[in-house]
């Protein structure tokens, strides 16, 4: 039995680097979101600086190690073997939170993570020593806990919210009314300035503040206690002038070097403030080891030895601080989570990840209304001058082209890392282990909200991601004090069995999700999805369609063919992927009908007829989508609902249909993809025949349902199935009638002019 703790040691050890591995990969967006979305730096660039970052980060960190230690509960009130079981259960729940919330690609909080592991396994050990005690009780549960520091810890999480999003915000309301948009001019005046202040502020705050958390500060207190004004107005000249003849030599502006310095300064402040939820809980146990096997290997010796400063060692960091920058460089998971938070902070279009709900429409409407008060009571001549520095340049780019382009500008990335870094490294030197996502995240949040980013076409959505995000954090807390609660419950039994059952499921389901993630973020563009049309005449528009509409009526032909062969077979599967292709193509008509806005705004005068054509097809090709998405759903509804099945008259007379609309869809998708538009006079003749078809087959179940017993569901599935494909040809057959007559073999298609983009 002893030496099973030895072997709990090592499987610690073990989930710690994967710990780090799976931690940096949710905690990569802290400092690399703000390079990253401004594009001012090549990635390359980003990652070296944030590497050198975390590695000197990781040697500062060990004033952190405490917390794991004595932060949450009161270690002399446990015995050497329970602290064991406390920190296994911890390590174990961890590591599969985070990476269930990075399979998933949503930021959450490291930091509440080990917080509440902590928590919920220490209360529930608490209360199995109490349940075996005859005279504690349920009150005595506070003399197991650090409830002090907890609740100090605690609110120091919650209140970072609400700090970083307004200090994030004003500092960049204040920043933009400076700077405006076109802040290339003012920043050839006030740049100099503005990085004078920004790199004064990063070194102080970061370098010098941070500092207070390491061992190396007794060294250097005498030197700077007493001397701060003197240190801030020696670094604000040097940085003042360092920018000046970087400017001067360089030719570029000082925003680059406060991005780099930022995004060094912001993954030193991450590292060194979050390593302990990474490797505290393993050093943590290290000591424990170490005390139990110096005071005789007894089982049941308190743990009072913990409540001791003992100094992290350096060789571990260093360790520890080599995996983390491994983890930066090749984690796919980190660039997965990465997108959500720059999606949500983009000032262009973007493809929304998030739907919006209740209570996301609220805050919309209520913001927009208090907007309208404040600008009533302001007097006019204020808001028109704070209304000029906020006009965006007029740039016109399709959501695609918006994407591509930077997020945001140089002065957002810099007002980004200046302020989260400023406010982690305050807390890391009050040792406090303040959750480094929930500042980057609000402050980026914040930031976003001052610049208008979240306009009139967006908020909802973005808001509803923020409010998606913020509860994935409170589901972070709740999961992990019970889940941890849980694991240590179960292991408390027996050791020896439970524990490699739970190191083997872990295993297990780490493999899987990171299977699962490799798959989807391998998965190459579907060869048949669509893309938006960027020609300027109607001929052009005629050509450059074409792919699309053999590719929708490819589609159109599998999912309606699929669905018929999953009625006739009652194949629920099948039926259910029909569905779900249908969903993702309406979904892609939707997008391009989207993008009309910027199709049309990029036509000169002379070509806007095109305009007219591309809204008469996306028009006709969501008509098709919808017939199609009625027909999939109904089927899926049918055999889910477990109705009975179709009469086999039924299921033959919908097979003749689908082999007639089989080969008409194949000669349209030929026609349009070798671009042979003639042809399609020929297919519109076949249009009588196929409709006398589907008359013939409606008028036999009319008679059908007059005549024989039939289930009344069943009927209604016929009728419209047959309905909604008479509908599906009608919009297929107006759709070639508007290629039919506005084709012109002899004009040349023209293409848009570009000039205009960014």
């Known amino acids: 039995m002893d030496n099973i703790y030895l072997l709990m040691l090592i499987a610690i050890t073990v989930l710690a680097v994967a710990d780090i591995i799976v931690g940096v990969s949710n905690d990569a967006i802290n400092f690399l979101n703000s390079a990253i979305g401004s594009k001012a730096l090549s990635l390359r660039t980003i990652m070296i600086v944030a590497s050198l970052g975390i590695f000197i980060g990781a040697v500062f960190s060990s004033g952190m190690m405490e917390v794991a230690r004595k932060g949450i509960f009161v270690p002399a009130q446990f015995e050497f073997g329970e602290i064991m079981l406390i920190f296994m259960a911890v390590m174990i729940t961890d590591i599969l939170l985070l990476d269930f919330f990075n399979t998933l690609g949503l930021p959450t909080s490291t930091t509440v993570s080990i917080v509440f592991n902590l928590l919920g396994a220490a209360v529930v050990m608490s209360l199995i020593k109490i349940s075996h005690s005859n005279s504690e009780t349920f009150a005595d549960l506070t003399n197991y806990i650090n409830t002090a520091k907890a609740i100090e810890i605690i609110t120091g999480i919650l209140l970072s919210v609400v700090i970083a999003f307004s200090v994030g915000a004003l500092v960049q309301w204040v920043s933009r009314l400076l700077f405006t948009f076109n802040y290339e001019k003012k920043v050839k005046h006030f740049g100099i300035i503005f990085g004078g202040v920004a790199l004064t502020a990063i070194t102080y705050f970061i370098f010098l503040k941070g500092l207070k958390g390491t061992p190396y500060y007794k060294e250097l207190k005498s030197v700077l206690e007493g001397n701060e004004i003197y240190i801030i107005l020696g670094s604000f000249l040097f940085w003042t002038l360092f920018s000046f003849i970087f ?27 979050d390593l302990v939820n990474f490797i505290g809980v393993p050093m943590a146990a290290y000591h424990s080891y170490e005390a139990w096997v110096a005071g005789g290997m007894d089982t049941t010796m308190s743990m009072a030895v913990l409540e001791k400063k003992v100094p992290a060692e350096p060789f571990l960091l260093f360790i520890a601080g080599t995996i983390m920058v491994l983890t930066l460089w090749f984690s796919k998971k980190a660039k997965t989570v990465a997108e959500t938070e720059i999606s949500l902070s983009r000032q262009g279009e973007t493809h929304e990840k998030f739907e919006p709900n209740l209570l996301s429409r609220a805050i919309v409407k209520g913001t927009t209304q208090l907007s309208t008060y404040f600008s009533a009571i302001i007097p006019s001549a204020i808001t028109g ?4 520095s906020f006009e965006k340049p007029n740039y016109t780019m399709t959501k695609a082209q918006s994407i591509e382009a930077p997020a945001f500008d140089m002065i957002r990335a810099s007002v980004n890392l200046m302020v989260a870094g400023v406010l982690i490294a305050i807390a890391t030197s009050m040792k406090l282990p303040l959750s480094t996502t929930y500042v980057t995240f609000m402050v980026a949040m914040g930031t976003s909200l001052a610049d208008r980013a979240w306009g009139r076409e967006s908020a909802v959505y973005r808001v509803a991601g923020v409010l998606n995000v913020i509860g994935g954090w409170f589901g972070t807390a709740i999961g992990a004090f019970i889940a941890a609660g849980i694991v240590v419950f179960l292991i408390s039994f027996n050791p020896s069995v439970i524990i490699p059952i739970l190191l083997l499921l872990t295993a297990i389901l780490l493999y899987r999700n990171y299977k699962s993630h490799k798959i989807k973020s391998n998965k190459i563009e579907d060869e048949d999805s669509l893309s938006e049309a960027e020609s300027s005449s109607v001929q052009g528009v005629i050509h450059e369609s074409a792919k699309n509409i053999s590719k929708v009526v490819k589609r159109t032909n599998r999912i309606y063919s699929n669905s018929i062969i999953g009625l006739a077979k009652e194949d629920i599967k099948l039926l259910k992927k029909s569905k779900n292709q249908v969903i993702k193509l309406t979904d892609e008509i939707d997008d391009l009908r989207d993008n009309i806005t910027y199709f049309i705004k990029n036509l000169d005068a002379s070509s806007l007829e095109a305009s007219g054509f591309y809204i008469n097809i996306l028009g006709h090709l969501q008509d098709m989508s919808q017939s199609l998405e009625y027909i999939a759903k109904i089927s899926y509804k049918h055999i889910n609902n477990n109705h009975k099945k179709l009469k086999s008259s039924q299921v033959k007379e919908l097979k003749i249909i689908d082999d007639k609309l089989e080969v008409l869809f194949s000669d349209i998708e030929n026609a349009f993809k070798s671009e042979s538009f003639e042809k399609i006079g020929a297919i519109l003749n076949e249009k009588k025949d196929v409709f006398n078809l589907l008359n013939s087959k409606i008028e036999k179940q009319i008679e059908r349902t ?18 909604e494909t008479k509908d599906l040809l009608d919009a297929t057959m107006n759709l070639l009638e508007e290629y039919h007559n506005s084709f012109d073999g002899s004009v040349e298609p023209a293409t848009i002019n570009v000039s205009n983009e960014k």
């Open 385 to 388: 001058k704070i209304e000029k």
């Open 247 to 273: 400017e001067k030599i360089t030719k570029k502006t000082v925003l680059l070097v406060v991005i780099a310095v930022g995004t060094f300064g912001l993954a030193l402040a991450f590292s060194g403030n």
């Open 706 to 723: 007059r005549t024989e017993e039939s289930s009344p569901k069943n009927t209604t599935l016929h009728f419209g199935i047959l309905l």
